[in-house]
């Protein structure tokens, strides 16, 4: 069974740019997160889809941050413009069912470099 | 506010000899705890879980931890460490009734040969 697989696995821009990460999650799964991990810091909660619906966006920092889930596969979160705070490793996990099993699966992460 | 602490940036232990990684959390109710680990340019990968039921869980690798609801705490232990336990460690809880995880900041474990 493959993983939650995240790309890009590294991606270095400019401040003012646009990044897009992407992340497959462990197929079956209807609940997808996207999380954050500024260096040195907690890894922080983003966001949750429940297939193509976003949950809960509590933890988005703000609005350049757009998270997507069409169809309720793959998902993307894009960052535009990014500024320098918002480098940091970028997690994607997938469950199922948090009620049938409460575990997350997490992809490797993105790591983001806003020069 | 809702809180994960480990207080130990870094474990050092030498191969052979037990180890114990420390955690304790500030989360109203009887939250869910987990225990996570990130191996080098890897992802974070389930260890065990406590949801309810006997205090001592085990996990994968020869891992266990031990529920202490009176000290709020959810340590790590191995009897026995091995040099590919290198790794950085997370302790994570969850709200029965949320989605979100609450994260430490985790733990590198650095064991010697």
């Known amino acids: 069974e493959a993983g939650v697989t995240q790309f890009p696995s590294h991606s270095v821009i400019e401040k003012g740019q646009t990044v897009t990460l992407r992340c497959d999650p462990i197929s079956g799964h209807d609940n997808l997160y996207w999380y954050r991990r500024v260096m040195g810091k907690e890894i922080k909660f983003l966001l949750h889809?429940?297939?193509?619906?976003?949950?809960?966006e509590s933890g988005m920092p703000n609005n350049r941050f757009l998270a997507e889930r069409t169809g309720g596969t793959y998902s993307t979160l894009k960052v535009q413009p990014a500024e320098l705070e918002d480098s940091g490793v970028y997690f994607c996990?997938?469950?199922?069912?948090?009620?049938?099993?409460?575990?997350?699966?997490f992809g490797e992460g993105s790591r983001l470099t806003v020069l | 506010a809702q809180s994960v602490a480990q207080p130990e940036d870094q474990v050092n232990v030498a191969e052979g000899n037990p180890l114990t990684v420390k955690c304790t959390y500030s989360v109203s109710g009887n939250p869910y705890l987990f225990w996570y680990v990130q191996y080098p340019n890897r992802g974070l990968q389930f260890l065990l879980k406590y949801i309810t039921g006997d205090n001592l869980v085990k996990g994968s690798y020869g891992f266990e931890a031990e529920f202490n609801k009176s000290q709020t705490s959810f340590h790590l232990k191995k009897p026995s460490a091995l040099v590919s336990d290198s790794a950085l460690y997370f302790c994570a809880v969850r709200r029965p009734a949320g989605t979100a995880l609450i994260f430490g900041k985790g733990t590198t474990l650095s064991v010697s040969s």
């Open positions: 889809f429940v297939k193509e619906s976003k949950q809960d």
């Open positions: 996990a997938s469950s199922k069912p948090l009620a049938e099993r409460p575990e997350l699966f």
